[in-house]
């Protein structure tokens, strides 16, 4: 009998994190379905989607909030079929809003649950845990230090490592990507990542390309290379370049990367090819290190979204003193942080400046990142999958 696994990932960064695990499965499961929301990748590997990736998100915030009858909708519908029709195990990747209120519903009606990539309550929101207690039968966590947390906690844990660490390659190969991304190879290349979120964009984009023209009359040959996850978000950007024009850049989409090996997202390549990365906080600031490239790490939010972020955290600030992945760890300002009103041009083309131009910098980041990469470098698919398994054969605890 086919092992029927229900599944939810609502970012970019957690579909390809999914779609790893469900190649994966055949392997330890032939007969395993995965069925609910997910994005292109995770379809690319054999996923069900009943409703589109995008659709959450926007789960949280203002966002959420003009668009709450649609994901209603979504979350209304997932949770009747699963509680109509059990799956033998519930995988929740990321989105902690959406996924750990499913989790608990369908814990609570017999469904076992996993929650893959532990929620960040080592700095935001530690009173979550009460419902990751409640709804999750065994969480996932992607990082060593998180383990101890959980077990403190009572709340199964197992670290199963970074699947992007084996998804990497240790040592990226620069001169191929420029010439895969057609770059001139004798030139600085600085990446510049203002998010995947339209809010994101709007906040960081006008200010990176502030920056990116403030660097360029420093080195009038630098090249600029902007990934963008999808057309919407690329015509946002293209729009803001209308009124602040920059030479020599380059944006790339994965529309225009079809067939071209290796099978990456746009993103990967841009920073394979780049010297440094001007980058928003996420996950893309731990890919940028495992690529082992030096970064200016930014965020900035309205001050509506810093109103609603204390009000839903009770926080100022996070509980520890670093925002981007690659600080937290390793539990050190590797790499700057700039954010809010530090974020200026000005001090983002400096900061820039120094990751490009500094070539002992540059070196001793590479050696950090590198330790950092392998430590993370576990048999991720295995893991989860013994995981999922497992739980699909116990119940719910």
């Known amino acids: ?39 292109p990748a995770m379809e690319k590997a054999g996923f069900d989607a009943w409703h589109p990736m995008h659709a959450l998100t926007v789960f949280g915030y203002v966002d959420a909030l003009k668009r ?18 059990h799956p ?47 709804a999750v039968s065994h969480m996932l966590v992607l990082f060593p230090f998180e383990v101890e947390i959980y077990e403190k906690e009572g709340v199964p844990v197992t670290c199963v490592g970074h699947p992007l660490a084996a998804n990497i390659p240790m040592q990226p190969d620069r001169d191929a990507a420029r010439k895969r991304l057609g770059l001139d190879p004798g030139v600085r290349v600085l ?3 203002p998010g995947s979120r339209g809010s994101e964009i709007r906040q960081l984009g006008p200010r990176f390309i502030q920056a990116a023209r403030l660097l360029q009359q420093r ?10 996850v999808n057309p919407e978000r690329r015509r946002e950007f293209e729009r803001m370049l209308g009124g602040l024009p920059l030479s020599n850049c380059h944006i790339i989409d994965n529309k225009r990367l079809n067939n071209v090996e290796p099978d990456w997202p746009a993103a990967w390549h841009v920073m394979e090819a780049a010297d440094a990365v001007l980058v928003a906080s996420g996950t893309a600031t731990l ?45 050190d300002f590797v790499v700057p942080e700039l954010l809010q009103d530090e974020a200026t041009p000005e001090a983002l083309a400096e900061a820039a400046w120094r ?12 050696q950090r990142f590198t330790r950092m990469h392998e430590s993370l470098a576990l048999d991720t698919p295995r893991l989860v999958a013994e995981a999922i398994i497992k739980q699909a054969g116990g119940g719910a605890k």
């Not at 970019?12 to 069925?35: K, N």
């Not at 709450?68 to 979350?75: C, F, K, M, V, W």
């Not at 131009?357 to 980041?365: E, G, L, Q, R, V």
């Open 1 to 39: 009998m086919a092992l029927r696994i229900g599944m939810v990932a609502g970012e970019p960064s957690g579909d390809l994190l999914a779609s790893r695990v469900i190649a994966g499965l055949p392997e330890f499961a032939p007969s395993a379905h995965c069925e609910g929301i997910g994005g």
């Open 68 to 85: 709450l009858p649609g994901l209603l909708r979504i979350y209304n519908d997932v949770s009747r079929r699963w509680q109509a029709s």
């Open 88 to 134: 033998d195990v519930f995988v929740g990747v990321d989105a902690p809003d959406f996924n750990l209120r499913l989790e608990e519903k369908l814990k609570a009606a017999g469904v076992p649950t996993v929650h893959f990539v532990g929620p960040s309550i080592w700095a935001w929101r530690y009173e979550r845990i009460e419902r990751i207690r409640r």
């Open 191 to 193: 990446a510049i990542m």
């Open 219 to 228: 080195d009038p040959s630098l090249q600029f290379v902007v990934p963008m």
């Open 287 to 331: 890919e940028a290190a495992l690529f082992k490239r030096p970064m200016v790490i930014s965020y900035v939010l309205t001050p509506l979204m810093r109103k609603i972020m204390e009000w839903k955290s009770g926080q100022l600030r996070p509980y520890v003193p670093w925002v981007g992945l690659p600080n937290v760890l390793e539990r």
């Open 355 to 366: 990751a490009l131009a500094d070539a002992d910098y540059a070196t001793t980041i590479e």
